[in-house]
T-cell receptor, first 113, second 114 residues
Framework: KQEVTQIPAALSVPEGENLVLNCSFTDSAIYNLQWFRQDPGKGLTSLLLIQSSQREQTSGRLNASLDKSSGRSTLYIAASQPGDSATYLCAVRVAGGSYIPTFGRGTSLIVHP | KAGVTQTPRYLIKTRGQQVTLSCSPISGHRSVSWYQQTPGQGLQFLFEYFSETQRNKGNFPGRFSGRQFSNSRSEMNVSTLELGDSALYLC?????????????FGSGTQLSVL
């Protein structure tokens, strides 16, 4: 059974710092991995989707990498801003055609001015 | 292009009642999936519908059911509500329900069971 772990569970940093959020999964035979952000009491906003054949994806100040062999993905946030404060979740889908995503518990990020 | 729309935004019910939640996917998307989010269990998959057929189902009791209409809109029903059903219920849509596609989520329905 796929298990997804996100470390750290919470993070508080001053504005301007470069951040790395981690997502680990136990079954390396994944199909893809998607990063989301969630504001309190709201839905999930898709940030980046990395297919198993890709090593990384970039969008603005965000960069996500994928290392299937080690069962890890990292989300890099450059020059953090208070507006980046949210919970960041990763979700993986296992190869073999299963649609069902497995989510991590998320990293709660606070960026203070 | 409108995003995924969930209604209502908030619901308060009492134990034993039933509730119906609605989800309208992004125009052109034919797959709708439902999730339950609680502080204790995190985000858990409920079920997925494509072309009015349930294709995938998570490990939830039969009190949780859903359906999809010909216009791809979906409803989720929970009967005989329990206190533990209090949660944020999220739906997501994707174009064809294929594994490589992005999931797009709605803002959720916050259900409180008293």
């Amino acid at each position: 059974k796929q298990e997804v772990t996100q470390i750290p569970a919470a993070l508080s940093v001053p504005e301007g710092e470069n951040l790395v959020l981690n997502c680990s999964f136990t079954d390396s035979a994944i199909y893809n991995l998607q990063w989301f952000r969630q504001d309190p009491g709201k839905g999930l906003t898709s940030l980046l989707l990395i297919q198993s054949s890709q090593r990384e994806q970039t969008s603005g100040r965000l960069n996500a990498s994928l290392d299937k062999s080690s069962g890890r993905s990292t989300l890099y946030i450059a020059a953090s801003q208070p507006g980046d404060s949210a919970t960041y979740l990763c979700a993986v889908r296992v190869a073999g055609g299963s649609y069902i995503p497995t989510f991590g518990r998320g990293t709660s990020l606070i960026v203070h001015p | 292009k409108a995003g995924v729309t969930q209604t209502p935004r908030y619901l308060i019910k009492t134990r034993g009642q039933q509730v119906t939640l609605s989800c309208s996917p992004i125009s052109g998307h034919r797959s709708v999936s439902w999730y339950q989010q609680t502080p204790g269990q995190g985000l858990q998959f409920l079920f997925e519908y494509f072309s009015e057929t349930q294709r995938n189902k998570g490990n939830f009791p039969g009190r949780f059911s859903g359906r999809q209409f010909s216009n791809s809109r979906s409803e989720m029903n929970v009967s005989t509500l329990e206190l533990g059903d209090s949660a944020l219920y999220l739906c997501a849509s994707s174009l064809g329900g294929l594994t490589y596609e992005k999931l797009f989520f709605g803002s959720g329905t916050q259900l409180s069971v008293l």
